[in-house]
């Protein structure tokens, strides 16, 4: 299959992009700053500059048959939104955004953690919940993980929809090999089109 990896230098788009091709994927990894991808040289790779603040260096890179999974993350208002407009006008086959828990859809089923999450985003929540309605509208998948954490993926792992989401607090931590490899799993089988979906360490 096709991927395409936004933010492929992060350590979240570095686990899902090793992880592709580990599953025999080929990857186009795009990064602001293409040499901080650790993973040069491997076969079924090729490493792009782009940048969402700039959406026609994403659309030269994004084929119509290509499966966008972002690992998007900014501590700047904006930077999401523009990200996921970039790619949704790129026109993907699909696309897999990551989001946080507790902020948009899954803030019902979050508990106190939204609140406190509110606050501690302030101008990015609107700019977080935007970019995944932006995603939803084109019938993309978001995931809605915990606290990320560096680690193993866990054995247990799962995915719910939020209809079946258990409530976690802020301290609840999940492994971003974890969630990229649910997040590989639907690009390889959908099972939550325009729906936002909890990546679960078990």
Do not use: C
Not at 30 to 40: M, T
Not at 82 to 87: D, I, L, M
């Amino acid at each position: 299959m096709d991927l395409t990896v936004l933010a492929a230098s992060g350590r979240t788009g570095l686990a899902l992009t090793r992880q592709a091709l580990r599953r025999g994927h080929t990857v186009t990894a795009i990064a602001r700053d293409p040499g901080r991808v650790a993973l040069a040289g491997s076969a079924g790779l090729r490493i792009v500059a782009a940048d969402v603040d700039d959406p026609a260096s994403v659309a030269a890179v994004i084929g119509a048959d290509s499966v966008v999974l972002s690992a998007l993350g900014t501590d700047r208002a904006g930077v999401l939104l523009a990200g996921a407009k970039a790619v949704v006008a790129a026109g993907p086959r699909r696309i897999i955004w990551l989001g946080a828990y507790g902020t948009g859809a899954s803030a019902g089923v979050a508990g106190p953690a939204a609140g406190v999450l509110a606050k501690l985003l302030r101008d990015r929540l609107g700019d977080k919940v935007e970019a995944d309605n932006t995603v939803l509208a084109a019938g993309g998948t978001v995931f809605h993980a915990g606290l990320l954490a560096d680690g193993p993926e866990s054995p247990g792992r799962r995915t719910a929809g939020l209809d079946a989401a258990p409530v976690l607090d802020l301290t609840t931590t999940i492994s971003r090999d974890t969630v990229a490899a649910a997040m590989l799993d639907e690009a390889e089988a959908p099972r939550f089109p325009g729906t936002v979906a909890l990546p679960l360490a078990g």
